[in-house]
């Protein structure tokens, strides 16, 4: 049978689809994230810290429906992708799995029992719950960037020869950092929009103010470290966007800027980053304008050039090899079958509408600040 798309054009979807699907993650359950990690320090009562939590408890649930297509979406579109990071990735995806589950347990068990002490650990909890996955994300993207120690074999079995100390490299640190601020960034340009004007509402601001501020100085040296630190690869044979998907096909070899070839030979690409500063320069100039609307904007807009910066920059790379660049998964040699992918689009065309769809629905219905007078008199709140 034919299908309508040949396999180079469906290779090329599915890594946008991946983009769009990351990014969907990182907008709207970033500012639950965000919300969560700046918890027991924007909110200082317990009325305080209940209408915050109120501003995220009805909707994170639904938001974590871009997290789990995105697993799926990279376990059916790129196997080789999900059996390297995953097994590569073990004990830090070990650690974020633990932390987000702090915060449905936290959501439903905080208010059980008015006893002061209990509920601010559970705070603290949600707490852990937003920070370390913001920390661990933009960890792992670090070291997607300089190149996992993986390895594979002739019959393409994979042997990861790194520990999970060993994630924990100077730019990568960088860039978990950076996810953290940018996520808080989110996180506050939301709550600005969420909750009532009072002191909640001008602590989230000062807390959105020090992100912007670390996300513009964040990115540009994690720009930096990329251009002249000694980052990049190089695919050295030649491409073959419809050839088998077998790693050993292609040869590459590590090259220091190489990570920012793409926008000499694409200068349009160079809107992804522009949109990762004017964004969060947007958003800072909101929130202390008193702006609400621009500042989310704004943090949206920084959110999505930052993630779309690192994958164009990495193009056609998906996730390189640092011990053995010629094991590196490329969009062309690590996909699914050509009629797996049609399939998976055509799935897509249909679901991923009604995900926008209900999502656009809850969030009419649910839309409104949170007040702390709410809080007191509805006995349906967190």
């Known amino acids: ?6 396999y ?22 970033g500012w639950d994230l965000g ?20 501003a995220i408890g009805p909707t994170w649930e639904g938001n974590q429906v871009w997290f789990i297509l995105g697993g799926g979406a990279i376990f059916a579109a790129w196997p080789f992708v999900y059996a390297v990071s995953f097994s590569g990735f073990y004990l830090a995806m070990f650690v974020v799995l633990a932390s987000l589950i702090l915060r449905p347990v936290g959501f439903k068990y905080r208010s059980k029992k008015p006893d002061p002490a209990w509920r601010t650990r559970w705070d603290w909890a949600l707490f852990v719950g937003g920070f370390v996955p913001s920390l661990v994300f933009g960890v792992a993207v670090g070291n997607v960037l300089q190149g996992v120690p993986f390895r594979l074999d002739g019959n393409l079995r994979a042997f990861y020869e790194g520990s999970f100390f060993g994630l924990f ?14 996520i808080v960034l989110h996180g506050a340009a939301f709550l600005s929009v969420r909750i009532e004007r009072g002191p909640v509402h ?3 601001r000062r807390f959105g103010t020090w992100a912007a501020v670390a996300s513009l100085v964040l990115f540009a040296l994690g ?3 990329v251009a002249w630190g000694g980052v990049g690869f190089r695919i050295t044979s030649p491409i073959d966007p419809v050839g088998a998907s077998n790693p050993l096909r292609t040869t590459s070899v590590q090259e220091a800027g190489a990570w920012l070839a793409n926008y000499r030979a694409y200068p349009w690409m160079t809107v992804a980053p522009a949109l990762g500063f004017l964004g969060a320069a947007l ?30 920059s990495m193009f056609p790379y998906i996730l390189p090899s640092s011990v053995d660049a010629t094991s590196s998964l490329t969009v062309w040699n690590a996909s699914s079958s050509q009629r797996t992918l049609f399939i998976m689009v055509v799935v897509t065309v249909i679901f991923l509408p009604l995900v926008l769809a209900y999502t656009a629905w809850v969030y009419k219905v649910l839309w409104g600040r949170v007040t702390t007078e709410e809080v007191g008199r509805n006995p349906h709140f967190y």
Not at 9 to 18: A, D, F, Q, S, Y
Not at 170 to 178: H, M, Q, R, T, V
């Open 1 to 6: 049978m034919d299908l309508a798309y040949d």
């Open 8 to 29: 180079a054009t469906l290779r090329v979807v599915w890594w946008g689809l991946m983009g769009v699907l990351l990014i969907g993650f990182a907008l709207t359950d």
């Open 35 to 54: 919300v969560a990690a700046m918890l027991p320090f924007v909110g200082r009562t317990d009325v305080e810290r209940r209408m915050v939590i109120n």
């Open 169 to 182: 490299t100077p730019f990568s640190l960088l860039c978990g950092l950076l996810s953290v601020a940018m």
């Open 202 to 204: 001008d602590r989230a």
């Open 223 to 225: 720009w930096a470290y």
């Open 283 to 312: 958003a800072l100039l909101g929130i202390r304008a008193k702006w609400e609307v621009p500042a989310f904007a704004g943090s949206a807009l920084s959110a999505f050039g930052i993630i779309a910066t690192v994958g164009l």
